[in-house]
């Protein structure tokens, strides 16, 4: 190969790397973040009640809204959690990033479009702190959203029961699982909310949850083959995506809806969890 030619396929190269850049940036930037994903899990919780069999749960996280989910995408993914007819629709943190002016009423006219059988459920997150939490506690109590600060609900199908519990913000110091555990009822299958993922590592020693709902992590945003998210939080590094067995406790980490800066994903799309539950054959 002489001078000349290896110039020109050096160019050549050049040229197609620059353009697959530009072409992975784009898809990163402008296409992924707006791929909507609905991820469907069939999980068996060994302490559920058959009356509870086929119980849906859908769970949504993440929705940072203004950085990337802006008013009319919120708009959609509502459309699309209320075609799946969810029993119980649960938001586990990170509403937003920012608060502006128009933020509370932004969140407020979508989120009180949601609709389940037995309501609609949510805890904060480390941004909802970081920003207002009294802002995002107005637009919960607005939309009809029951926040579940280390509270329970206890939900009934007869006698049998399904528990729900929810710690505030980890991150934050806020979570205060002695004060769920103490409301627990002793029977029944037990579900957590929880917003950063790494909190299973606590919860789960406790014996009492059959699973814990999280998110805080995006996935990691970035998700390279072969070596996984590229940046993760704190206390979202343990479980970044996906579900996990943690002694007798699954725990399920959703990716999110939004996005923390730089708007990007890559190999990890936005999701909605649409959960199924199922007790144990008998």
């Known amino acids: 190969m002489n001078r000349r030619t ?10 197609g790397i620059a353009a697959l850049a530009t072409g992975g940036w784009m898809y990163a930037t402008k296409i992924e973040p707006g791929w909507l994903q609905v991820s469907s899990l069939s999980l068996m919780l060994p302490r559920l009640h058959p009356a509870f069999d086929s119980y849906r749960i859908v769970q949504i996280s993440d929705i940072h809204l203004e950085t990337w989910i802006n008013r009319e995408r919120l708009a959609e993914v509502i459309k699309t959690v209320q075609l ?3 029993d ?5 943190g990170d ?3 920012d608060i502006f002016d128009n933020t509370p009423t932004d969140l407020i006219d979508n989120l009180s479009q949601l609709s389940a059988k037995d309501g609609i459920l ?3 997150g480390n941004h909802d702190y970081w920003t207002n939490e009294k802002v995002i506690r107005q637009v919960l109590k607005a939309s009809n959203i029951r926040e579940l600060s280390n509270e329970v609900l206890t939900l009934e199908r007869g006698q049998a029961q399904l528990h729900l519990a929810g710690v505030d913000d980890y991150w ?10 103490a409301q627990l009822p002793p029977a029944g299958a037990a579900i957590l909310l929880a917003h950063e993922p790494d909190f299973a590592v606590v919860s789960a020693e406790s014996g009492r949850f059959d699973l814990q709902l999280s998110g805080h992590t995006h ?3 970035v998700n390279l083959p072969r070596i996984g998210p590229l940046v993760l939080p704190m206390y979202g590094r343990r479980y970044p995506a996906g579900l996990y067995q943690i002694g007798q406790m699954q725990l399920y980490t959703n990716r999110g809806l939004g996005t923390a800066r730089p708007q990007i994903r890559f190999n990890c799309r936005p999701e909605i969890a649409m959960i199924t539950l199922h007790a144990p054959l008998t």
């Not at 119980?88 to 586990?92: D, N, P, R």
């Not at 934050?172 to 555990?181: M, S, Y």
């Open 6 to 15: 290896f110039l020109k396929l050096t160019a050549a190269s050049l040229t």
């Open 172 to 181: 934050e110091n806020k979570a205060r699982l002695r004060e769920v555990l």
């Open 88 to 92: 119980l629709i649960v938001i586990t």
């Open 219 to 221: 996935g990691g945003q």
């Open 95 to 97: 509403f937003v990033t």
């Open 84 to 86: 799946l007819r969810a």
């Open 122 to 124: 949510a805890v904060m």
